[in-house]
């Protein structure tokens, strides 16, 4: 306890909010916190015999269900880091990332579970990072014992003791911009008697992106600059969407380069993008979600904000089950059109798949489709004319992005 206490007191001169948090975190739960290289020993603390590495899968994959009835200690290891991302073509970004990806990895634990997190941080910049877990009982949901300058580990342990779907974000200050910038991911608890089966699940976040792009300097457009330029306004005279011709969510001439963040936008609630995982177009074409008719479906589906609210509705399906709020002990809503999930909130939505086709994610204030906030699920299987039939083909929906 003197080593611990000796550290919390070292602490103080680096982390203002950090110090005091965590040494009352240290008492209220298993929130003990130790540099990784003291190996620092858990007096008086009884710990799962039982202990294992988490699967942690990424967008939109999730980890397989967890099969032991007993609680473990489980580990996890999360790095921050900074990583330029092409998240629409021709538009970069650098986004503050868990483990190199947006949103970072998807936890899967039981009720019961000690988690063991190791927070390292590659952030060259030598901004500190730290990790608030929704779903970790105590001061700051574990940030205080999880902050981390360039270079620095540290270890925490959490005992998890609600069953839930939760968010977890970055929340150095100012949290907003960390949150923005990308610092956010989904940890399952699982009841002690688990979740219902199901033949998918699917790992779906929704984030705004708040940034400006550089000014370039005026210069005389050539011949090939100009054709461009009428392209676009041939392109955006009102039909469909008006993203036209090219590929998915292609910038236009004056939206392209680098995107630079601005905390002032944030303030103002003036997004540039809304996405879904991270990207815009992730789950179109190639990144489609994958079904088949005759499967039942879940999604995990969380908002990480920093601002919105999300209205999450999948065109062409009615949810048979949703898990407001993220709550796995109350008894699902039924036959459910559209879901509210509120900034840093999550939904567990379930349906099944009758219809082969298309079935369109999307947040149902539908202008921020056009700023990314759409995606796709491919149910595969044979026509169903007991539920869906037309003596007409399917019409073309050009350049739009609901209906592809």
Request: glycine letters at 10%.
């Amino acid at each position: 306890m003197d080593n611990r206490h000796g550290y919390w007191h070292k602490a103080r001169q680096r982390y203002v909010f950090g110090s005091i948090l965590g040494l009352v975190t240290a008492v209220s739960l298993l929130g003990i916190s130790a540099r990784a290289e003291e190996n620092l020993k858990i007096d008086n603390v009884k710990l799962p015999k039982l202990r294992e590495q988490a699967v942690m899968t990424y967008a939109p994959a999730v980890p397989p269900s967890i099969q032991r009835k007993v609680p473990a200690v489980v580990e996890v290891r999360m790095d921050s880091s900074v990583k330029t991302v092409e998240i629409k073509p021709g538009v970069t970004y650098k986004y503050w990332t868990f483990n190199g990806d947006v949103p970072g990895p998807f936890i899967r634990v039981r009720i019961g579970d000690v988690l063991e997190v190791h927070h390292t941080n590659s952030d060259q910049s030598g901004m500190p990072h730290n990790i608030d877990f929704h779903a970790v009982t105590g001061p700051g949901g574990g940030a205080p014992v999880t902050t981390v300058v360039k270079g620095e580990e540290r270890v925490a342990w959490f005992k998890m003791l609600h069953p839930g779907l939760y968010v977890y974000h970055c929340a150095a200050p100012p949290v907003m911009d960390h949150i923005a910038n990308g610092m956010y991911g989904l940890i399952l608890v699982e009841p002690e008697k688990g979740l219902s089966k199901v033949d998918r699940e699917f790992y779906v976040m929704q984030h705004e992106v708040y940034g400006r792009f550089k000014e370039k300097p005026q210069e005389e457009k050539t011949t090939e600059a100009k054709a461009e330029d009428d392209f676009w306004a041939e392109e955006n005279t009102g039909e469909g969407y008006g993203h036209g011709h090219g590929a998915v969510g292609e910038a236009k001439p004056e939206e392209r380069g680098e995107l630079i963040f601005s905390h002032q936008d944030g303030l103002d609630e003036h997004s540039k993008y809304v996405f879904f995982n991270g990207k815009y177009g992730k789950h179109i074409g190639e990144g489609m979600l994958k079904a088949n008719v005759g499967e039942k479906v879940r999604i995990f589906f969380g908002n990480a904000g920093p601002n919105l609210i999300s209205s999450f509705h999948v065109i062409g399906e009615i949810f048979d089950n949703v898990y407001r709020e993220g709550d796995l002990i109350s008894k699902p809503a039924h036959s459910v059109q559209t879901t509210l999930v509120p900034a840093g909130g999550s939904t567990v939505v379930e349906f099944g798949l009758e219809v082969p086709g298309n079935y369109t994610l999307v947040d149902h204030a539908i202008f921020r489709v056009e700023k990314g906030a759409v995606g796709f699920l491919e149910a595969a299987g044979d026509p169903n004319h007991s539920v869906y039939v037309s003596d007409q083909d399917a019409a073309v929906c050009a350049g739009c992005m609901v209906h592809p």
